[in-house]
T-cell receptor, first 111, second 114 residues
Framework: DSGVTQTPKHLITATGQRVTLRCSPR?????VYWYQQSLDQGLQFLIQ???????AKGNILERFSAQQFPDLHSELNLSSLELGDSALYFC??????????FGPGTRLTVL | GENVEQHPSTLSVQEGDSAVIKCTYS??????FPWYKQELGKRPQLIID?????GEKKDQRIAVTLNKTAKHFSLHITETQPEDSAVYFC?????????????FGTGTRLTIIP
């Protein structure tokens, strides 16, 4: 157990819908990262927040948005969902300059 | 931005033999190189990492080497065991306080043949 929690574990929805994925970082970690992993693919960096502020952005679609709240938990919002958005979404957290600890992931299936 | 290439994409070795996975990176400013192991349907887990002021690091059967000049780094697993079967990802990062995006390689599926 990495100490990073993600909810829900599984999510099944239809095209065109909107979903919210939630992540709670390890106690004391200020940075939260979101990654997308499609079937048999690598990990694609989406976005990083540090203490509530956006710090780095990867190949995140305009239909996707994220935020980090004052209690440091983060949410990733995916809207106008398409079949190709089906993937595992991982959240990670880290203290500055150190390894990233990954959560168990949310498996999103878009039908 | 940073680009990380990883080879091979699949690797099968006999139990007890060694496995080597290689990665190259493009941004000379990258100074932190972790390796993650991911079992099917599970989260990636860090197995070893190296910083650019070090050329080699070992942890039991696992070692990582870094050649900054050539911008490549490698993972070495000796005396492989069936539980080493997994997908391995290399990554590169610039240790920049507060902005620490990891760029991952495409992964190597390692299969240990009993």
């Amino acid at each position: 157990d990495s100490g990073v929690t993600q909810t829900p574990k599984h999510l099944i929805t239809a095209t065109g819908q909107r979903v919210t994925l939630r992540c709670s970082p390890r106690s004391g970690d200020l940075s939260v990262y979101w990654y997308q992993q499609s079937l048999d693919q690598g990990l694609q960096f989406l976005i990083q927040y540090y203490n509530g502020e956006e710090r780095a952005k990867g190949n995140i679609l305009e239909r996707f948005s994220a935020q980090q709240f004052p209690d440091l938990h983060s949410e990733l919002n995916l809207s106008s969902l398409e079949l190709g958005d089906s993937a595992l979404y991982f959240c990670a957290s880290s203290p500055p300059g150190n390894e990233q600890f990954f959560g168990p992931g949310t498996r999103l299936t878009v039908l | 931005g940073e680009n990380v290439e990883q080879h091979p994409s699949t690797l099968s070795v006999q139990e007890g033999d060694s496995a080597v996975i290689k990665c190259t990176y493009s941004d000379s400013a990258s100074n932190y190189f972790p390796w993650y192991k991911q079992e099917l349907g599970k989260r990636p887990q860090l197995i070893i990492d190296i910083r650019s002021n070090v050329g080699e690091k070992k942890d039991q059967r696992i070692a990582v080497t870094l050649n900054k000049t050539a911008k490549h780094f490698s993972l070495h697993i000796t005396e492989t065991q069936p539980e080493d079967s997994a997908v391995y990802f290399c990554a590169a990062r610039i240790l920049n306080f507060g902005n620490e995006k990891l760029t991952f390689g495409t992964g190597t599926r390692l299969t240990i043949i009993p």
